[in-house]
Nanobody
Framework: VQLQASGGGLVHTGGPLRLSCAASGTPADYYSIGWFHQAPGKAREGVSAIDSSDGSKYYADSVKGRFTISRDNTKNTVYLQMNSLKPEDTAVYYC????????????????????WGFGSFGQGTLVTVSS
């Protein structure tokens, strides 16, 4: 699968952005999809994910209540609606796909029980939140 993230940009604190992750090569609903972010000087970390089989969703504590993940299988696209953005949300955002990842309300793990163990990543899109 090939993934392309888009929708990043500059937004003021409290504003919204919607990121898109377009999949090609294989139907997106075959994969669980995850969104990650990587702030300058920090490690990449998982933000939200949606399961391939039942659509279960998971959100990191830092974004719970502000971000919403969804998928449109007719467009082979997964979205991340980000509301009430904060300066600390500034990062490059990546989407990732893996058919062997399970998502539920507790966490995101792959078949080796590795947390956020996605195999395929797309190029990122930069989100900058100004204070």
């Amino acid at each position: 699968v090939q993934l392309q993230a888009s929708g990043g940009g500059l937004v003021h604190t409290g504003g919204p952005l919607r990121l898109s992750c377009a999949a090609s090569g294989t139907p997106a609903d075959y994969y669980s999809i995850g969104w990650f972010h990587q702030a300058p000087g920090k490690a990449r970390e998982g933000v939200s994910a949606i399961d391939s089989s039942d659509g279960s969703k998971y959100y990191a504590d830092s974004v719970k209540g502000r971000f919403t993940i969804s998928r449109d299988n007719t467009k082979n696209t997964v979205y991340l609606q980000m509301n009430s953005l904060k300066p600390e949300d500034t990062a490059v955002y990546y989407c990732a796909a893996d058919p062997r990842v399970t998502v539920d309300g507790v966490g995101v793990t792959n078949y080796l029980f590795a947390k956020w163990g996605f195999g395929s990543f797309g190029q990122g899109t930069l989100v900058t939140v100004s204070s």
